[in-house]
């Protein structure tokens, strides 16, 4: 198992530039979610999904879109960068809901930056 | 999900044990404690989670109080691998979503 795996690793971007930012999992998890870190802070919930075709909004949404077609893949639009989204990106994966034992299994990140 | 306050920083020996205290005192009966670690900017690691009864795995202990209003982490023996930073995050039973705070920098020293 590779479990959560993100590319790119690094990526700058200039502002007003749009991207993808790639998650996949291969444990057949159905809960998908993006947090962002920032400098010296925990962890923000950025959106998250329960299962291919159903998304939604976490902590701090704005800016960023998602979908989920497959259960495999959470990808992570960015429309319009700021530098304000410059950040570590995590991505993370889980059993549904409904399991007692939720524990996470996040990636190694993206590390964003916007000039 | 309850909120949780831990002290910014700790300091501790090799081979002894690492305490890490975490207050949660407005928890709900239905909401379990976990522990997460994050090492030098990696993603968050699962340490151990609990309702109300102590737990132990091959990683850390959780003492949780009876009236459930505070639990402490224990690494039974520190290594300078152990240093992190370590989260408490109380969340409900059947819930996914973690709620971090600033955690607790565990720093390991030889």
């Known amino acids: 198992n590779a479990g959560v795996t993100q590319t790119p690793k690094f990526q700058v971007l200039k502002t007003g530039q749009s991207m993808t930012l790639q998650c996949a999992q291969d444990m057949n998890h159905e809960y998908m979610s993006w947090y962002r870190q920032d400098p010296g802070m925990g962890l923000r919930l950025i959106h998250y999904?329960?299962?291919?075709?159903i998304t939604d909004q976490g902590e701090v949404p704005n800016g960023y879109n998602v979908s989920r077609s497959t259960t495999e893949d959470f990808p992570l639009r960015l429309l319009s960068a700021a530098p304000s989204q410059t950040s570590v990106y995590f991505c993370?994966?889980?059993w549904g809901p409904g399991q007692a034992n939720n524990e996470q299994f996040f990636g190694p990140g993206t590390r964003l930056t916007v000039l | 999900d309850a909120k949780t306050t831990q002290p910014p920083s700790m300091d501790c020996a090799e081979g002894r044990a690492a305490n890490l205290p975490c207050n949660h005192s407005t928890i709900s009966g239905n909401e379990y404690v976990y522990w997460y670690r994050q090492i030098h900017s990696q993603g968050p690691q699962y340490i151990i989670h609990g309702l109300k009864n102590n737990e132990t795995n091959e990683m850390a202990s959780l003492i949780i109080t009876e009236d459930r209003k505070s639990s402490t982490l224990i690494l039974p023996h520190a290594t300078l691998r152990d240093t992190a930073v370590y989260y408490c995050i109380v969340r409900r039973e059947y819930g996914n979503k973690l709620v971090f705070g600033a955690g607790t920098i565990l720093r390991v020293k030889s």
């Open positions: 993370a994966s889980s």
């Open positions: 999904s329960v299962g291919a075709g």
